[in-house]
């Protein structure tokens, strides 16, 4: 079973890089974000008739998550739960970020988890050091405790399940060009870093270290001052694997190439493939 990651950065401009990476890589599920598309309004009759089942969930021009999937889905769930106060400024949290369901394998389910985890930027501080209160760096870090206990209640059931997508989160110095460029960055910051470890803590796999251990393997390089010539980029898109899916890990790479393509994302794919 081969699952794939993409940040498209929109729909509508990226529906052709989409089809044409989608037929050159075969994939049987990819989760995407950043869709930038309300429901309605995403193509999915086109990608239907390339074989995917599609499920959406979708917000007008920001955010949006989507599966694709050659085999079946069970089970679709919209939206990280627990987010009733969790907004910015103490709304409750609408914005479109998160998406599950079930895949059914030949011989196992697995449980696939799609998100685009907040940007967090700018960050706002307290003379304390703490994030100001409804700021997009305390809903960023609220929401990642808010993946961490939905990630506890996956692993207490003991079945296979993973976690990907647009993690905004650069794990370590290694997974940037010039890490000290991005020190006071949310993606980077030390809080950000701590809520990640945390995360991982509970028994994930960092799929794409398991299996590509090389230097300078990034997942995301800015459109500005020729960064993707220079290979100036960012590994922000992970795929976390518990252990019953650890457990059947074949492989797990990036596809580069896609970035050198006419209108590319400014994100790449990332895959993974389990024997299931």
Same mark, same amino acid.
């Given at each position: 079973?081969?699952i794939a990651s993409f940040n498209i950065n929109g729909i509508k401009a990226r529906i052709d890089a989409l089809t044409d990476w989608l037929k050159e890589a075969d994939v049987d599920v990819v989760v995407l974000q950043e869709i930038k598309s309300v429901d309605e309004n995403f193509p999915r009759?086109?990608?239907?008739?390339?074989?995917?089942?599609?499920?959406?969930?979708?917000?007008?021009? @920001?955010?949006?998550?989507?599966?694709?999937?050659?085999?079946?889905?069970?089970?679709?769930?919209?939206?990280?739960? &627990?987010?009733?106060?969790?907004?910015?400024?103490?709304?409750?949290? %609408?914005?479109?970020?998160?998406? #599950? /369901?079930?895949?059914?394998?030949?011989?196992?389910?697995? =449980?696939?988890?799609?998100?685009?985890?907040?940007?967090? &930027?700018?960050?706002?501080?307290?003379?304390?050091?703490?994030?100001?209160?409804?700021?997009?760096?305390?809903?960023?870090?609220?929401?990642?405790? =808010?993946?961490?206990? =939905?990630?506890?209640?996956?692993?207490?059931?003991?079945?296979?399940?993973?976690?990907?997508?647009?993690? &905004?989160? %650069?794990?370590?110095? #290694?997974? /940037?060009?010039?890490?000290?460029?991005?020190?006071?960055? /949310?993606?980077?910051?030390? #809080?950000?870093?701590?809520?990640?470890?945390?995360?991982?803590? *509970?028994?994930?796999?960092?799929?794409?270290?398991?299996?590509?251990?090389?230097? #300078?393997?990034?997942? @995301?390089?800015?459109? *500005?001052?020729?960064?993707?010539?220079? &290979?100036?980029?960012?590994? %922000?898109?992970?795929?976390?694997?518990?252990?019953?899916?650890?457990?059947?890990?074949?492989?797990?790479?990036?596809?580069?190439?896609?970035? /050198?393509?006419?209108?590319?994302?400014?994100?790449?794919?990332?895959?993974?493939?389990?024997?299931?």
């Amino acid at each position: 079973m081969k699952i794939a990651s993409f940040n498209i950065n929109g729909i509508k401009a990226r529906i052709d890089a989409l089809t044409d990476w989608l037929k050159e890589a075969d994939v049987d599920v990819v989760v995407l974000q950043e869709i930038k598309s309300v429901d309605e309004n995403f193509p999915r009759a086109h990608f239907e008739d390339m074989g995917y089942i599609v499920e959406t969930h979708g917000q007008k021009s @920001f955010n949006g998550v989507a599966i694709l999937s050659k085999l079946p889905l069970e089970d679709v769930t919209r939206g990280l739960p &627990n987010g009733a106060g969790m907004g910015r400024d103490g709304a409750d949290d %609408i914005e479109a970020r998160y998406i #599950e /369901a079930t895949v059914m394998g030949k011989d196992k389910a697995l =449980r696939i988890c799609g998100l685009y985890l907040p940007n967090g &930027n700018p960050v706002d501080l307290n003379a304390d050091g703490t994030p100001v209160a409804g700021s997009k760096y305390d809903f960023k870090l609220k929401w990642m405790q =808010r993946l961490h206990d =939905r990630a506890a209640e996956l692993f207490a059931l003991e079945e296979p399940f993973l976690m990907a997508g647009d993690f &905004n989160l %650069i794990p370590q110095a #290694e997974d /940037a060009k010039r890490p000290d460029a991005w020190r006071k960055d /949310a993606l980077f910051r030390p #809080e950000s870093r701590e809520m990640f470890r945390k995360l991982m803590g *509970q028994g994930f796999t960092d799929a794409l270290r398991v299996k590509n251990a090389a230097d #300078e393997t990034y997942t @995301f390089w800015d459109y *500005q001052a020729g960064a993707f010539d220079r &290979n100036d980029g960012i590994r %922000i898109d992970h795929f976390l694997l518990c252990p019953q899916a650890a457990d059947h890990l074949q492989d797990c790479q990036i596809d580069a190439y896609a970035r /050198a393509k006419a209108k590319p994302s400014d994100h790449v794919p990332i895959w993974v493939d389990l024997d299931l």
